[in-house]
């Protein structure tokens, strides 16, 4: 049985609901929506979590979920649980939805289930400095980088490789933009934020999801900088999918063991002479755009992940106290 956590009507989620319902795999949806519904004991039995989640007007032994999907978003976050003009919810149901997302969280840490994917996995994506250093153990390339607040140093790192792009260094989203032509007026604003540089690299960029041993790669053609966004300006974006070197798909598996993230998504960029370069991992892909585009089966790939039991993905935080949810 699978438990899907969020919001269901968010793509990704719907996506692999649907694919449940479709397979006939039984699965519960913990809608943070409705959390003001839901109730949750969890104790902590001879070193194991033990307990239960009540929903849907059902008491559901938590080792019953053979796999977790997880796109919580914080629970202060949840429209129900913020203020609509000069209407408030009430401070008893928002206490008890905060504490109920705490505990489903904890669980999750250290659930003996499989987990797509824990918040100590997902934290890699937090610095994307810290990730990078990670990508290479790998085996793969990583663009020429610069982090700065220093505009003499921008100067001199343009001169070095000609064409940049620049974005956040957190885990937070943003934009990728070439930097052209920079004037010292623009570059004086980095003084303020560290602002992460790096060499342009020509070629064409892949999308690739692993999910357990599966590789779903697909290869995407635009001319804009970020194609995420090419729509906004104006720029046609194709996908399709492709077919791996076998190295690098098994380079690929090796990064997200290496991460811990059963489910991710690797963002790389394919050169004219065929070598690989890795800018960044996902641990929360938005899988639902590219399936979307290229009709490869991802959710379903996914949901029949988590219900397998075989070599379940057990890295847990340790938990030694007891919480409980009247």
């Known amino acids: 049985m699978i438990l899907f956590c969020g919001i269901p009507s968010e793509p990704p989620l719907a996506l692999a609901i649907e694919a449940a319902e479709e397979l006939g795999i039984e699965h519960v949806i913990f809608n943070q929506r409705h959390s003001h519904f839901y109730d949750m004991m969890l104790d902590l039995r001879d070193g194991r979590p033990t307990g239960a989640l009540w929903a849907c007007e059902r008491e559901w032994p938590l080792e019953q979920f053979t796999g977790i999907y997880t796109r919580m978003i914080d629970s202060s ?9 000069h209407i408030h919810p009430d401070h008893s149901l928002i206490s008890k939805s905060a504490f109920l997302h705490h505990m489903v969280n904890d669980w999750i840490e250290i659930a003996e289930s499989r987990v797509v994917n824990r918040a100590t996995a997902m934290s890699s994506n ?47 989203r943003s934009i990728v933009r ?11 604003r980095i003084r303020h934020l560290p602002t992460q540089f790096q060499g342009y690299i020509s070629g064409v960029n892949i999308r690739v999801h692993v999910v ?17 966004y090419a729509e906004r300006d104006g720029v046609e974006v194709t996908m399709s999918p492709v077919l791996l070197p076998d ?3 098994a380079r690929c598996l090796l990064l997200s063991r290496q991460l811990r ?28 755009y590219y399936q979307e585009h290229t009709a490869q089966p991802i959710a379903q790939a996914l949901v029949q992940y988590l219900i ?6 057990t890295h847990r935080v340790p938990y030694a106290s007891r919480r409980e949810l009247g």
């Open 77 to 85: 976050d949840v429209p129900e649980n913020r203020s609509r003009g």
């Open 178 to 188: 070439e930097l052209s032509n920079p004037s010292r007026e623009q570059l004086e």
């Open 247 to 249: 190295d690098i798909a």
């Open 261 to 288: 993230l059963p489910f991710c998504g690797i963002d790389l960029k394919r050169t004219a002479e065929g070598d690989y370069y890795c800018f960044e991992v996902n641990p929360s892909p938005g899988y639902s």
């Open 126 to 172: 937090v610095s994307k400095p810290y990730q990078a250093q990670l990508i290479q153990k790998s085996g793969f390339q990583v663009p020429p980088t610069l982090i700065t607040n220093d505009p003499q140093e921008v100067h001199e790192f343009v001169r070095l490789h000609k064409r940049l792009i620049y974005k956040s260094i957190s885990s937070v």
């Open 212 to 228: 357990g041993e599966a590789v779903f790669a697909t290869e995407i053609i635009s001319e804009a900088v970020d194609y995420r």
């Open 308 to 313: 397998s039991r075989d070599s379940l993905n």
